[in-house]
């Protein structure tokens, strides 16, 4: 019988093959992902450690009911995975634009198509998480929220959405950064 893990695959795999350059609008937009990324992982997998290390498992049932069991901890788990598939208005969508938006420019089709079919994958796959947490039941217990899952929590979530708010500002940030550093890349 097999089982369905619900670990967080890093589904974005292909974003990270992309070779570096000389061009400042890759680098920029490949360390604006990468920021964005920790962010979203940190946030999702927190939350899948905290329901492992409460139910003593990390199968997809454990996720059943949480929406009833901890309201609080679905909504967070929602909006990482949505933003991990780079759904609009969150951060992920925002950096995985301006990563396709440097790839198309230089006339990387393959990669650009790659991305976007793991993208749907991506949203298949998140999808069942969050259809367990929100149309599933379960009779697991309620899930206790030490302050600093919380704190911790809130810091990734708030950060994305500031980080989205801000995009054009993280690029504008980052371009001086690295022409600064590197300045064959002006």
């Not at 360390?31 to 990390?58: C, P």
């Not at 069991?69 to 967070?76: E, H």
Request: one cysteine or more; proline letters at 4%.
């Amino acid at each position: 019988m097999a089982t369905t893990r619900t670990v967080i695959c890093c589904c974005h795999s292909t974003e990270s093959k992309i070779h570096l350059t000389a061009n400042p609008a890759a680098l920029v937009a490949i360390i604006s992902y990468v920021v964005v990324y920790m962010l979203m992982n940190l946030g999702a997998f927190t939350i899948a450690g905290l329901i492992e290390q409460q139910t003593g498992s990390d199968d997809l049932e454990s996720f059943s009911g949480l929406s009833s069991r901890s309201p609080g901890l679905s909504a967070f788990m929602m909006f990482f995975l949505f933003s991990l598939v780079g759904l609009p208005p969150l951060a992920g969508f925002a950096v995985k634009w301006i990563l396709l938006s440097v790839l198309w420019q230089q006339h990387m089709t393959v990669l650009v198509v790659a991305i976007l079919a793991n993208t749907l994958f991506s949203l298949f796959y998140y999808m069942r998480i969050t259809r367990a947490m929100y149309f599933e039941t379960s009779s697991l217990p309620n899930l206790k929220m030490p302050a600093s899952i919380i704190w911790l929590l809130t810091i990734c979530a708030g950060g994305l959405f500031f980080l989205f708010l801000g995009w054009g500002e993280m690029i504008a940030f980052f371009t001086h950064l690295f022409t600064g550093l590197f300045p064959i890349m002006e």
